[in-house]
């Protein structure tokens, strides 16, 4: 009875001390002060959930990325990181992305980032906080594009984050690494999506025309393929064709020095950006990507935008859009009608389709190129699923277009490990060339730069009024409403067949066939949404075959597609009207700005170069280069 007693006493003391508070605190990488040497990448968010730091330090470890945090409540803190294994789908081997976490001075001992085969929570130790301010770090170990997507600090032990999208998506609004709501609504004449050359052309021209433009650009760095980050030089030709003045603008800003993987200043970044800037009526948006589309019937009312870093939402709201995004990510969530992959013959009657429709594209290129040193350097082993030997590897120092991965992929739910694929391919061919081919020609090199951003050349294509095939070009049918000019050949890649027989199913290069054309004129109607009442398009995501898309990918050309569709714009604000009124009420007053151009100076002399020349032989004449 007396024990009784007294286990009923400690029970009600032990009742009466307040219970431990857990404390929890989520950190997006992306959101970290000092990046260090890690970079921001955006390309995937749609598919695994974020942006995301990477270590890209071509196997030299980047300095540290570190931002400050609150801890709510003093305890043990046991700490999870979102990561990825990036080489996990060729090779069971512990990764070579590797890092640490150091937490209020700490040093976790758990290296991260080797294991696992897709994005997962990994635990990387735990630790005792004081409550207040404390010190967050991420630590690279091998410069060889280790990935953090988030850490999370708990005093549940085992309390791990949810790994479903939907599910980790309402975890981060839950602990304010997402608003709950936008920001603010901003209100425009027309929002540009994208910010490549063709997004750049439609917003200068928009604005040059009267409009209130909000252009949108999901990385920090405009130009698209053509920026410092991918390093793809300026293809096709300008000012010919029925409205020689377009394309013009092009020479305001346009890269003048020819070739693929150069050195950055090449790409002229700074003056893509000044030209942006030098428009009043142009509001830029860089860091931001579009996320969701807010749809009125057929028309798209809003557009939601969140920064890559800050996680900051806007909602834009427009009269017109243009998708400008190259994968057609904007048309995509607006619900338009759209395609990926080859036509049959029988769809459209093209000679250079295959019989049967299928899913192939061209291909993502990872560009890079290495540099003599004047002294022996090094490169760390690496080999995670590529054999090289010496019959096998590349004997060069640079890899340009050709270095094409994922013809036989999804460019859009396989986006990230193409891009890997692409990496993995160049680190294991050079560690070969440093390592084991014992040829001096590589003892003083070292790679210089070796691309993280993914050159796509086709994805989706959105759908409008007008398809353009291969017939309309090499039979040079006329359209009333023809527009801008097409020049280069229809340039179709497919997967090298003598690297195909070296690394049968690993193949990382590419060949073309190409058919060379008269310049062609091509219809307005392939410049909006079919389906999707406000919706205008330019780029690689126009309304064109696969086949078709061999000519209008070139960014010269999709520059003066945006100019066009700028244009266009322009005219929906002034009388009220969408796309597809320009072609049936307004086309006149669109051929009169056509012909004007949208440049601030005149004709100059031809100094610019039009990748390996002007391409104007007679059409059906075919022949293969390298």
């Not at 730069?449 to 050349?457: D, L, S, T």
Request: charged share 25%.
């Amino acid at each position: 009875m007396r024990s009784a007693k007294i286990l009923l006493l400690i029970s009600l003391f032990l009742s009466a001390i307040p219970a431990a508070k857990a404390g929890h605190v989520l950190v997006e990488a992306e959101s970290f002060t000092t990046k260090g040497g890690w970079s921001t990448d955006q390309q995937f968010m749609d598919i695994m959930g974020s942006p995301y730091l990477i270590a890209h330090g071509l196997g030299r470890p980047v300095q540290d990325a570190s931002t400050d945090i609150s801890i709510p409540e003093k305890g043990r803190y046991y700490v999870y990181v979102r990561t990825f294994n990036w080489v996990s789908p060729w090779t069971d081997k512990t990764g070579p992305g590797l890092f640490r976490v150091n937490v209020g001075g700490k040093m976790l001992d758990k290296d991260l980032g080797g294991e696992g085969k897709g994005w997962m929570w990994q635990y990387a130790g735990s630790v005792r906080l004081k409550k207040g301010m404390t010190s967050l770090s991420l630590c690279d170990l091998t410069g060889f594009d280790g990935r953090c997507d988030a850490v999370w600090l708990t005093t549940e032990r085992g309390g791990i984050p949810p790994d479903s999208l939907p599910e980790l998506d309402s975890f981060r609004r839950l602990h304010g690494a997402l608003p709950s709501a936008p920001k603010d609504t901003l209100t425009y004449d027309f929002a540009v999506v994208g910010g490549g050359i063709a997004g750049i052309c439609a917003a200068v021209s928009a604005a040059r025309n009267g409009c209130r433009v909000a252009l949108i650009n999901d990385r920090h760095i405009a130009g698209g393929n053509n920026s410092s980050e991918v390093r793809v030089h300026l293809g096709g030709r300008i000012e010919i064709g029925r409205y020689p003045a377009l394309g013009r603008m092009l020479r305001e800003f346009g890269q003048e020095k020819f070739g693929n993987a150069a050195p950055a200043e090449n790409y002229k970044d700074e003056a893509k950006t000044a030209l942006i800037h030098s428009e009043p009526m142009i509001t830029y948006y860089p860091g931001y990507r579009a996320i969701s589309a807010e749809m009125d019937g057929d028309r798209i009312e809003s557009v939601k935008i969140r920064h890559i870093e800050s996680a900051e939402e806007l909602m834009i709201k427009a009269h017109v859009f243009s998708d400008c995004t190259g994968d057609g990510a904007l048309g995509f969530m607006a619900g338009a009608d759209w395609t990926l992959g080859r036509e049959s013959i029988e769809d459209y009657g093209e000679s250079l389709a295959p019989e049967k429709r299928d899913s192939l594209t061209m291909g993502v290129s990872i560009q890079w190129y290495a540099e003599p040193r004047g002294h022996k350097t090094s490169f760390p082993v690496f080999e995670y699923g590529m054999e090289f030997n010496d019959d096998n590897c590349e004997r060069v120092l640079r890899g340009d277009w050709d270095w094409e991965t994922g013809l036989d992929k999804d460019k859009i739910a396989k986006a990230e490990e193409i891009r890997d694929f692409g990496m993995l391919v160049v680190y294991s061919n050079w560690s070969y060339l440093k390592n084991r081919l014992g040829d001096p020609e590589y003892d003083d090199k070292e790679l210089e730069w070796v691309a993280y951003i993914a050159g796509k050349r086709e994805s989706r294509r959105l759908l409008g009024d007008h398809i353009l095939t291969q017939n309309d070009i090499e039979d040079n049918i006329y359209y009333e409403d023809g527009s801008f000019t097409m020049s280069w050949h229809l340039d179709l890649h497919f997967i090298d067949p003598e690297n195909s027989s070296k690394f049968p199913g690993m193949e990382f290069k590419a060949a073309t066939r190409n058919n060379l054309i008269y310049p062609y004129d091509v219809p307005y109607r392939c410049l909006y949404s079919r389906n999707i009442r406000n919706l205008f398009m330019a780029g690689r995501n126009i309304s064109v075959t696969h086949v078709a898309l061999g000519s209008a990918r070139l960014m010269r050309t999709t520059g003066m597609m945006g100019e066009v569709v700028g244009m266009a714009a322009s005219l929906c604000r002034r009388h009220g009207a969408f796309p597809r009124d320009i072609y049936t009420s307004y086309l006149p007053d669109l051929q009169a700005l056509m012909q004007k151009g949208a440049a601030k100076q005149g004709p100059l002399p031809d100094t610019q170069l039009f990748n390996e020349g002007s391409h104007l032989s007679s059409p059906g004449k075919v022949h293969t280069t390298e």
